[in-house]
């Protein structure tokens, strides 16, 4: 992996998730490579390279400085936690100093590397990390997110995380048509997390790198299935989407889950 820095890209920028107005990602590119990941598509993101940001304190100072004390994002256009981390402890020196500005954080990962930072995210106020999870069997998972670490580790992470006390959830995210069992994976992370959410899979351009991803994986794995799963992807009101909704409303009143289904 080639590691350089960025030049001109702030660290902290605005956040288009409704309950959160800032995001911040420590990485650019993320070594995952899941290959449906819609960053593939940003013309900045290569594969084989990350880019870090060599003045991150510096900004985040400035910028913290100018805002009142709230939720920040992470995880948004890179795993905070990918291998590069351990290294580079980006997203530590990040928590650090939103911890001591009195900032909290909502992170997203694949990662159990995120079980270290439990003794910041402990002492932040409402703090919560969660993780995203697509497939039920490691087969499966491996075609489309070869380089992710594995679902065991990922659950176990979250469970580690439910047991200090932090807020927890899981991103069953992208429901791929077909292929994820929906049911199956609440069934395993449940358990563990205070809130599930589920997202569908989601294109828009046919020449789309993740788009074109899928396909080659749908064409030598599942040939039978690559049409009527370009119909589904591309189409937010096909029927495919309003029978799995309607399905999981009823299991969410039937079970007393905390679902959001965002299908």
Known sequence: MQINYCSGRQAIQPCNLGMYSYQIDPYIGCEHHC??????????????????????????????????????????????????????????????????RGFSVCILTKSDLVVRDIDILSNMVDSSAGISIAFQDEHTRQLFETKAPSNERRIEALKKLKEAGIQTY??????MPF?????????????????????ALNMKEKEDKN??????????????????????????????????????????????LNLRVEL
């Open 35 to 100: 290959y449906y990941c819609y960053v593939l598509n940003q013309p900045e993101i290569k594969e084989g390279e990350i880019l870090i940001h060599k003045d991150l304190m510096e900004q985040l100072s400035k910028a913290l400085s100018k805002l009142e004390s709230q939720t920040i994002y992470m995880g948004m256009n890179t795993d905070p936690y990918q291998p590069s981390e351990e290294i580079y402890k980006q997203t530590r020196q990040v928590l650090e100093i939103l911890l001591n």
């Open 211 to 256: 788009w074109q991803n899928i396909r080659e994986i749908l064409d030598s794995n599942y040939p039978e299935m690559t049409e009527q799963y370009r119909k589904i992807a591309f189409s937010k009101e096909h029927p495919y989407w309003k029978e799995l909704r309607e399905k999981l409303n009823k299991l969410k009143l039937k079970r007393g």
């Open 179 to 199: 292929i994820t069992d929906v049911e199956s994976l609440i069934d395993m992370v449940e358990p563990y997390s205070d809130t599930i959410w589920l997202y």
């Open 170 to 175: 899981t991103l069953v995210c992208p429901v």
